[in-house]
Every structure is written in C-alpha cells, then in structure tokens.
C-alpha cells in the first residue's frame, strides 16, 4: 500500500502546511505549474515526488521534467499532465494518451478546480487536486490524500486551507 499527497498549481508558492498534511505519505505527486524548482526541493524534502511541467514552467523546470508521466504505483496505471480537460472534454491529446495507455488513474492540474470524478466511457478515475499556491482564480487552496492498495484507490481526503 502507498500513501499517495497530489498537488498542483502552486506557482513558486510552497505553503509551510503542505509538511504537515503530507508529512505520512510514501510519495507526493505535482500535476504542473510548479513555478521555481524550490517548491519541487521542498516537497523532495518531505517525500520522493513526481512531477510534471504545466504552461506557466520556464525552462529550468521544464529542462528536468516531462510534459507528460505514464507510471504504476501499486497495480494502477497513472496517467499525470497538467492540462486535460474532464471525461467527456477531454483535449484531443489527452483523449489520444487515455485510448492508447487506458490508465486506471488520470491525474491533471490547470484549471485551480478540484474535481474527482469517475470517466466511465473510458473506465478511469480522474482528479485535479485544485491549487495550492497563491496566483489563480481560487478562493482556498486545496491538496488530496489518498491511498493505493493493488488496484484499488481509497480514503480519499480533499484538505482545504486558506491562501
């Protein structure tokens, strides 16, 4: 079993409480727009963390990640980006990646809405943890918890806190 702390959108901003609410997870995963490396340092410093680079990454960010991650964790098949779309509207590239690696798990970031929602035409679940930095059009920050025991995906916590 790993316990699993998803972030995105933090802008160059690493709010002190991601170490407390992060502080027992196995891995810290960051769907994009990560801003400066300190905040993927930071989070390092808490957990191994996986990222991706969204559309507000310079070079320097982006030069040490890929716009895209297809891994397992456990028995599920992730697919992380920064921008995807929702089931249903999806962008064309995502709809293209969801087809060809049928992942079990879609991550994404962009759009600072949380959303956990089931795709059942293409049978994954799908979440955007929001944002965690100050920069957006979000009124609280927002990260999630969750666990992955095999296949299955459970005790999924939204945590909320202010900018």
């Not at 490396?37 to 991706?52: E, M, S």
């Not at 049928?102 to 679940?125: A, E, F, T, W, Y």
């Not at 059009?137 to 202010?162: A, M, P, S, Y």
Request: with cysteine; glycine share 8%.
């Amino acid at each position: 079993m790993k316990k699993i702390g998803l972030i995105s959108d933090t802008h160059s901003y690493f709010n002190p409480k991601v170490n407390e609410y992060f502080n027992q997870v196995d891995e810290i995963w960051h769907a994009g727009d990560i801003g400066k490396l300190q905040v993927l340092d930071a989070l390092n410093n808490i957990a191994p963390t996986k990222a991706v680079w969204g559309n507000i990454d310079m070079p320097g960010v982006r030069k040490q990640l890929e716009e895209e991650e297809i891994f397992k964790c456990e028995e599920v098949k992730v697919l992380m980006l920064h921008i995807a779309g929702y089931p249903g509207r999806y962008n064309k590239r995502t709809y293209h990646l969801c087809k060809k690696h049928q992942p079990d798990l879609v991550i994404c970031g962009h759009s600072h809405i949380l959303k956990v929602m089931r795709d059942h035409h293409l049978n994954h679940l799908h979440i955007n943890p929001g944002a965690a930095g100050k920069v957006g059009i979000h009124k609280k920050c927002t990260v999630i918890r969750f666990e992955i025991d095999g296949i299955k995906i459970q005790n999924l916590e939204v945590i909320e806190f202010e900018r």
